[in-house]
């Protein structure tokens, strides 16, 4: 169990002595906790030692299993945690000002590596990762919440500087990363931000409106292009574009020495592995046990991940836990939508850049595994609790109820 874990249950206690104590109950009715409930009930079933033969379950490894049960049940928790606390604008605009501080900061510890401890760092930049994937998934989250706020202007004129120096460092870490799906992922993003953009609607007349839309889009495209563009030529791009290329010699050797296998290999036999279980899968977290069966390397490779989270979902838990995340993903890009169209500026631009956010994550995950770690899964859960808040009017109902009682 990780310290995160036992956070997340040390403040589960609090809240149930909470709750005890003022004699209220109190939790935000968000729909995207039924898929989690969902995806925590398959791997339950799992556990249960209901299949035939010697081994007793259906999961291949029942430990594994019952670790990530665990850490899905803590994720569960943070996420109905965050969704309940962080329920004003007051807590949501210092939720954004932590998570967007946390982000540069990261950022800049990844610049560091890169150039004031490139004597005694050889590997590349990672800031505190392992894998410069996973850095640069997190910092694309931060991207998105930070350039909605600067599309929307829904802060001071004098804080969009400090914003867009925000965005640019995030750009300029993710760019020393040199990690494919983070850049592909980050141009997703803006293009995601710019479409949003385009198709708002205003009170205003039709043709305004459109002008308008035309005119954030253009922002949203201009803020790309100059913050990427910024961050290559502050930081450069040689060590990114020899990654694009594959070029194996001297220089780029150690920083692509963790991707010496075919992604192709891999999902070729992550689906093979989805035909044998279709129904349940093989079990959560199961898929290092499960991988040697079905690996075309004979056993040269080491494989504990997909390296794409909707193949291994499928494996992991079969066709009910993918109907699961799926689910998620239809409700967040919905409510979502919804959220990012409130008349409130601030409300509208940590809706939206929260949902951009996420969307980055979403697509990054076609070619990675960010959401199997817990610094980018719990990001990505703040996110979508940010991207999906409950309407002020039940709220405002909500607060005068328990006023009146």
Same mark, same amino acid.
């Given at each position: ?12 206690? =609090? ?6 104590? +003022?004699g209220e ?13 969902? %995806? ?14 010697? !081994?007793?379950?259906?999961? =291949? ?9 665990i *850490? ?24 954004? *000002? ?6 540069? %900061? ?40 930070a350039? $909605? $706020? ?19 460092i ?15 992922? @980050? ?5 995601? =931000?710019?479409?949003?953009? @385009?198709?708002?609607?205003?009170? *205003?007349?039709?043709? !305004? ?7 954030? $889009? ?13 961050? =290559? ?15 194996? +010699? ?14 192709? +290999? ?9 035909? +044998? ?15 040697? !069966? ?21 494996? #992991? ?6 109907a ?7 409700? %967040? ?18 809706? &939206?850049?929260?949902?951009t ?10 070619? #990675?595994?960010?959401l ?8 990505? @859960?703040?996110?979508?609790? &940010?991207?999906?808040?409950v309407?002020?009017? *039940?709220? !405002? ?9």
């Amino acid at each position: 169990m990780t310290l995160w874990e036992v956070w997340v249950f040390v403040t589960a206690v =609090l809240w149930v002595i909470l709750t005890i104590r +003022d004699g209220e109950f109190r939790l935000e009715p968000n729909p995207l906790l039924l898929p989690i409930v969902g %995806l925590l009930l398959v791997a339950i079933v799992q556990l249960l030692p209901i299949a035939a033969g010697e !081994r007793r379950t259906i999961s =291949l490894d029942p430990y594994l299993t019952s670790q990530a049960t665990i *850490k899905l049940f803590a994720s569960l928790l943070f996420f109905a945690l965050f969704t309940t606390f962080v329920d004003t604008a007051e807590r949501r605009q210092f939720a954004v *000002k932590v998570i967007l501080g946390m982000c540069i %900061l990261i950022a800049l510890v990844g610049v560091g590596q890169n150039y004031v401890g490139r004597a005694l760092w050889q590997r590349g930049t990672f800031g505190p990762f392992v894998n410069r994937n996973h850095f640069a998934g997190f910092l694309e989250m931060g991207v998105g919440l930070a350039s $909605a $706020a600067i599309v929307v202007r829904s802060v001071r004129i004098e804080m969009m500087a400090v914003y867009a120096c925000g965005v640019l460092i995030m750009c300029a870490g993710l760019v020393l990363s040199a990690s494919r799906g983070g850049v592909v992922s @980050l141009a997703a993003e803006f293009g995601f =931000l710019a479409l949003i953009a @385009l198709t708002a609607r205003s009170e *205003k007349r039709e043709e !305004r409106s459109r002008v308008r839309g035309l005119v954030r $889009a253009a922002g949203v495209m201009g803020l790309a292009a100059g913050t990427v563009i910024a961050a =290559l030529l502050i930081v450069g791009s040689e060590r990114l574009v020899a990654n694009f290329a594959q070029e194996q +010699d001297t220089q780029t050797a150690e920083l692509l020495n963790n991707e010496r296998f075919s992604r192709r +290999d891999i999902w070729g036999a992550t689906v093979a592995m989805i035909r +044998d279980h279709p129904v349940l899968g093989i079990g959560l977290g199961a898929f290092q046990v499960a991988y040697p !069966r079905y690996d075309p390397s004979s056993g040269t490779q080491r494989v504990e991940q997909s390296h794409n989270d909707y193949l291994q979902i499928l494996a #992991d838990t079969g066709i009910i836990g993918g109907a699961m995340a799926v689910a998620f993903v239809v409700l %967040l890009l919905l409510r979502g939508l919804r959220a990012a169209g409130a008349h409130d500026r601030q409300r509208r631009a940590i809706a &939206l850049g929260a949902l951009t956010g996420c969307f980055a994550i979403v697509v990054h995950s076609f070619v #990675d595994f960010n959401l199997q770690i817990t610094a980018n899964a719990q990001m990505f @859960l703040a996110l979508a609790a &940010l991207a999906t808040p409950v309407r002020e009017k *039940k709220r !405002r109902g909500a607060e005068t109820r328990r006023r009146r009682e």
